[in-house]
């Protein structure tokens, strides 16, 4: 067991569930959303959710280990797409 604790992607892996376990409680029927903060909480599971593909990516996918071009196409098109829909949900809220 404390060989596992000392393998960076089983760290990597034990975050990924404890985050997924959060944005759980920050989006599920009785968690943040409920409260009334329904905007705020999909914006934080949307969060959540692309700083789990980041991690994904990075570490399970090698592009932590890829050239600097790769590492920068990859950032850029995360954040891209994570701004584009954090903007059409913006949209669609009422004012």
């Known amino acids: 067991m ?11 892996w034990l975050l990924l569930i404890a985050v997924t376990l959060l944005s759980a409680m920050i989006g599920g029927a009785h ?16 969060g959540i ?3 789990k593909v ?3 990516m990075s570490n399970f996918m090698d592009v932590r280990g ?5 590492k920068i196409v ?6 891209a797409v994570l ?8 949209q669609l809220l009422p004012l």
Do not use: E, K, M, Q
């Open 54 to 56: 980041w991690l994904v």
């Open 83 to 90: 701004a584009i829909l954090l903007a059409v949900y913006a």
């Open 74 to 79: 990859c950032a850029v098109w995360l954040l």
């Open 2 to 12: 404390t060989n596992l604790l000392r393998d960076r992607l089983f760290l990597v």
């Open 31 to 46: 968690g943040f959303a409920a409260a009334g903060h329904g905007a705020a909480a999909t914006f934080a599971v949307l």
């Open 66 to 70: 890829a050239p600097r071009a790769l």
């Open 49 to 51: 959710a692309f700083a």
